[in-house]
């Protein structure tokens, strides 16, 4: 189908040829009639012009001329398409009407001058279809066939301008009839079928690519950004919590974390091993030569010939020796050698303590290193009595403890008890656990909130003692008292374990008159209520220092003073 084809694509019209024209043979009916090309847009006169526009072409008096005028070379007048212009499309021909059949006559033309609206055609059949048009005179123009819309570009036509244009002929013609062997040809093709490339279809090609490249460049500086963005912000639907901002690390010096930071570097890890068991405890450095103060019990294991480890804060470890120990105070004191950069801890005083003052213990429980704990001194001078597993009772330790809340578990033996200022107040011995009320004596291995620590006024005079002498001495009265008794207070027995007299000849107590079968009742005021408890208040002096007991006797009370006595400590 071709569409119309606008008149400013058609070209004016072109000079005739100076070779003479051929009559060509009439035939009485044509099956196919040439339209004339639209006059360009903007010309709407009606008198035809020559070919370079210098003025009206003289009117023409015969028939168009035909395409083609044979000749004996076969060679086209100048200017005339020549049988290898490009074919029209092919198109199924009408059946042609009946010989003799009237084909309505065209309508007169215009009159010369007479202005034509847009649309009117401006080429009519010729006037005579016998006469030959003369020489240089245009070809009248033909009817104009209306075209169906087509995509072909128009190209120029070389048929002659009419003179006298026609109306457009109905829309009932046939398709034969609409042929138009004048009509703009399609673009050639390719072998691939597809159109030959125009400048209008290269702009659109490149507006794709550009568009295309545009595209591509979005997506990948997006790509980079999204994820930047979900690395740094998180993106989609990424949870993000909210998050309080980096603190400074340090902390006030009263404060748990703060206390720790300062003592943790002198707290150390005692792993000890001997010929039949081994065991692990804390312990923590008294001065810059390397001495260490623990638990007794916390070295026993290695006896005489087994193995002490010292492990520091740092991480580095260490060979240890005993330096001296004793089971009475629960003490001990080791020695590393060949270690820079201790960090000795400061000795507070546990006299200055009182109940619910707060406490941070440290220590390894269950090899834990380096744990912390606090609480707070929940009592004070609590007779304790630990030990004793050996059956004979020289290993029984008797301590007017400081007690404390502070979680204290098998590892933290021997480790510090320090008050707000980082200072040690107690060395962590024993722990209460729970019974099951069985008598079994099996309970629960851990804390329960009852935890003791020997007191370090008392901690510090046997490491002192230990260190310069080996031994810790052992303030006495010089007596011997009955552990069988049951009633309130401490009674003198009637005999020693030697079977001697109960009150040693000479001794503290001989002279301060004690007599066998008294019952102490108080020592400086305080009340007591077993012989246990006697031996923790006097254990918590230093030989000389002097006591003022309360005694009953034959069911009087008496007062009494005595200068407390020493003896070594083995």
Known sequence: MARPVPAAALPTEAPATEAPATEAPATEASATEVPAADPPVGDRSTEPFDAVGRGPAEPATGRPEPAHVSDSTSTPPYGVPGPWAPAPPVQHPATAPAHGTAIPAPPPPPAHGTPLTEGTATSG???????????????PPLPETPRTPSHNPPVPSSAPA?????????????????????APVAAPLQQTGAAVDTPRRRTRRALLAGALLLALLAGGVGGVVGA?????HGGGNVVELPQAAEEPRGRAPDSVAGIAARALPSVVTLHVSGAEESGTGTGFVLDDRGHILTNNHV???????????????????????????DSGYDLAVVEVSDVRGLKPMTLGNSDNVQVGDPVVAIGAPFDLEGTVTSGIISAKERPITAGGESGGGTDVSYVDALQT???????????????SRAR?????????????????????????????????????RVAEELINTGKATHPVIGVTLDMDYTGDG????????????????????????LEAGDVITEVDGRRIHSGDELIVKTRAHRPGDRLELTLKRDGREKNVSLVLGSSDGA
């Not at 059949?125 to 070809?139: E, F, N, V």
């Not at 009419?162 to 004048?182: H, I, K, M």
């Not at 009674?491 to 009150?503: D, I």
């Open 125 to 139: 059949p010729p006037k005579d279809h016998d006469a030959p048009a003369p020489h240089g005179s245009p070809t």
């Open 162 to 182: 009419p003179e006298n244009p026609l109306p457009p002929q109905p829309s009932g013609r046939t398709p034969w009839q609409n042929y138009d062997p004048w």
């Open 228 to 232: 930047y963005l979900e690395r740094s």
């Open 299 to 325: 070295v026993e294991p290695a006896g005489t010939d087994g193995e002490i480890s010292v492990t520091f804060h740092s991480g580095d470890t260490a060979k240890a020796t005993v330096v001296g120990r």
């Open 405 to 419: 809340d502070a979680p204290i578990n098998p590892g933290n033996s021997g480790g510090p008890l320090l008050d």
């Open 424 to 460: 040690v107040v107690g060395i962590n011995s024993a722990i209460r656990s729970a019974d099951d009320g069985s008598g079994s004596g099996t309970g629960q291995a851990g804390s329960i909130g009852l935890g003791f620590a020997i007191p370090v006024n008392q901690a510090k």
């Open 490 to 513: 401490a009674r003198v027995g009637t005999k020693s374990s030697a079977g001697g007299p109960a009150v040693t000849e000479g001794g503290p107590g001989d002279r301060a008159g």
